[in-house]
């Protein structure tokens, strides 16, 4: 990523936004918010979901803030295409919506987070920091609706996924999900950062999941971290 000078004279890494929502006073909100911080830039505006997914070929970004309710594409139909055009793009979705609806969707999709914009100046610059660290970002209503989830499959008899998962897996997922380190991990079990490695790895692949992200939505799903 490129740098971004600070008030002090130090550089820093920039993480580079795409911001996508059909307001130009929301945008213009959201733009306020984000490129006051000095490791924050937008660096390119979109009024639909299908201009959101053109500027996404040309420019560099790192990561998309995309508003679910949009013309021509929604952001949740812009967020699949982005997925597959761009697997290393992060996506966050930004809406009005606290429904539980848009929310699974909204994962399902692919987005890393879910901001509601009643209150974006507190948790937009959390969440595109979080979502730059393969972090999941939901406040607290999501979090409740993801266990809800998990509770209801449960109770139909549904295979609840910390069934093929060994002990020993359930603890490391747990800590990867709560963002303990590989030495950390290693620390806390008295086992090598080899032996957390291997594990880590066992987990996607026995999971069927990509990345560290995917691994802590799935240990909320299975009810392994606490709301």
Not at 169 to 179: N, T, Y
Request: proline content about 5%.
């Amino acid at each position: 990523m490129p740098e971004k000078t600070t008030p002090s004279g130090t550089e820093t890494s920039t993480i580079r936004i795409l911001l996508a929502d059909d307001h130009a006073l929301v945008r213009r909100g959201a733009r306020l918010i984000l490129d006051q911080e000095p490791d924050l830039e937008v660096v390119a505006e979109a009024g639909d979901g299908a201009e959101a997914i053109e500027l996404a070929r040309p420019h560099d970004v790192d990561l998309a803030v995309l508003d679910i309710a949009m013309p021509r594409l929604t952001g949740l139909q812009a967020a699949r295409e982005l997925a597959t055009l761009r697997p290393s793009l992060r996506i966050l979705m930004l809406t009005m919506h606290d429904n539980e609806q848009y929310f699974f969707r909204a994962l399902k999709a692919g987005a890393s987070g879910y901001v509601l914009k009643s209150v974006a100046d507190r948790d937009l610059v959390a969440a595109c920091r979080a979502a730059m660290r393969d972090e999941p970002f939901l406040y607290p209503g999501a979090v409740t609706a993801l266990i809800r989830n998990y509770l209801d499959r449960a109770r139909h008899g549904e295979e609840t996924p910390d069934r093929i998962l060994t002990p020993r897996e359930e603890e490391v997922l747990k800590l990867v999900a709560e963002g303990h380190s590989s030495k950390e991990i290693a620390d806390l079990l008295f086992i090598s950062i080899k032996t957390v490695q291997r594990h880590r790895a066992n987990l996607l692949q026995k999971l069927g999941l990509r990345d560290r992200l995917e691994l802590t939505r799935y240990a909320i799903r299975a009810g392994l971290i606490e709301p």
